[in-house]
């Protein structure tokens, strides 16, 4: 699922270096879902990073043109992957658009947002995947709007067996640059997380929905 194993690990090393990504087994997070997670990923901080951006950009770039070629659009996924994504479109000097989780309710009543043609080709931009829940439902949008989805690039997967077989099941392809399993490595290795931390974490990644902090 990562393409390059050395942006994986500097990836995670920035992620953690601005605490766009924060570990708290003690004292764990609410998701939206209701699952308690000892981790919190909000990608949107590195758009405060020139630094860190501009490695992200570049790297997804990159990596983009390598597997997907050179679509007609990029696509962002609102709201957390409409900065990376224009970023990502000006840097190829592609359209951009983005894709709401819903159709507005006023005005032009519009779920995507920019000019897209029947046909063209799309290449997705995400900031994070989780249960793949939302990434596949701006998929979807575009495939109604009769685009042609080659695939999606994440900055950040927690890399579960359900967005896996999410994605499988609508046989669309995905990458990122980083995962949970690069986060958690590189953390041990600088001294980010206690012994007793690590074991928290792995133990929540085996079971997020049914995990509870001890």
């Given at each position: 699922?990562?393409?390059?194993?050395?942006?994986?690990?500097?990836?995670?090393?920035?992620?953690?270096?601005?605490?766009?990504?924060?570990?708290?087994?003690?004292?764990?997070?609410?998701?939206?879902?209701?699952?308690?997670?000892?981790?919190?990923?909000?990608?949107?901080?590195?758009?405060?990073?020139?630094?860190?951006?501009?490695?992200?950009?570049?790297?997804?770039?990159?990596?983009?043109?390598?597997?997907?070629?050179?679509?007609?659009?990029?696509?962002?996924?609102?709201?957390?992957?409409?900065?990376?994504?224009?970023?990502?479109?000006?840097?190829?000097?592609?359209?951009?658009?983005?894709?709401?989780?819903?159709a507005?309710?006023?005005g032009?009543?519009?779920?995507i947002?920019?000019?897209?043609?029947?046909?063209?080709?799309?290449?997705?931009?995400?900031?994070?995947?989780?249960?793949?829940?939302?990434?596949?439902?701006?998929?979807?949008?575009?495939?109604?709007?009769?685009?042609?989805?080659?695939?999606?690039?994440?900055?950040?997967?927690?890399?579960?067996?359900?967005?896996?077989?999410?994605?499988?099941?609508?046989?669309?392809?995905?990458?990122?640059?980083?995962?949970?399993?690069?986060?958690?490595?590189?953390a041990?290795?600088?001294?980010?997380l206690?012994?007793?931390?690590?074991?928290?974490?792995?133990?929540?990644?085996?079971?997020?929905?049914?995990?509870?902090?001890?």
């Open positions: 699922m990562i393409l390059d194993k050395d942006t994986a690990k500097k990836t995670a090393e920035l992620l953690l270096q601005i605490k766009a990504i924060k570990l708290k087994p003690q004292d764990p997070f609410t998701w939206s879902s209701g699952w308690k997670s000892p981790i919190y990923c909000d990608n949107r901080v590195m758009l405060s990073y020139p630094g860190v951006r501009n490695f992200v950009r570049a790297h997804m770039a990159a990596q983009l043109k390598q597997h997907f070629g050179r679509p007609d659009v990029i696509a962002g996924v609102a709201t957390g992957a409409i900065g990376i994504g224009m970023l990502v479109a000006d840097y190829l000097d592609l359209p951009f658009l983005y894709v709401r989780p819903e507005k309710k006023h032009r009543k519009n779920q947002e920019g000019h897209l043609q029947p046909g063209q080709t799309v290449v997705v931009i995400e900031d994070l995947i989780s249960t793949g829940k939302s990434s596949l439902n701006a998929v979807n949008a575009l495939k109604r709007a009769e685009a042609e989805v080659k695939g999606m690039l994440a900055i950040f997967s927690y890399g579960f067996d359900l967005a896996s077989q999410n994605f499988k099941d609508q046989d669309i392809d995905f990458k990122v640059l980083s995962n949970y399993e690069m986060l958690i490595e590189q041990h290795q600088t001294d980010y206690k012994k007793e931390d690590l074991q928290t974490l792995n133990a929540w990644r085996n079971d997020p929905s049914n995990w509870t902090p001890k």
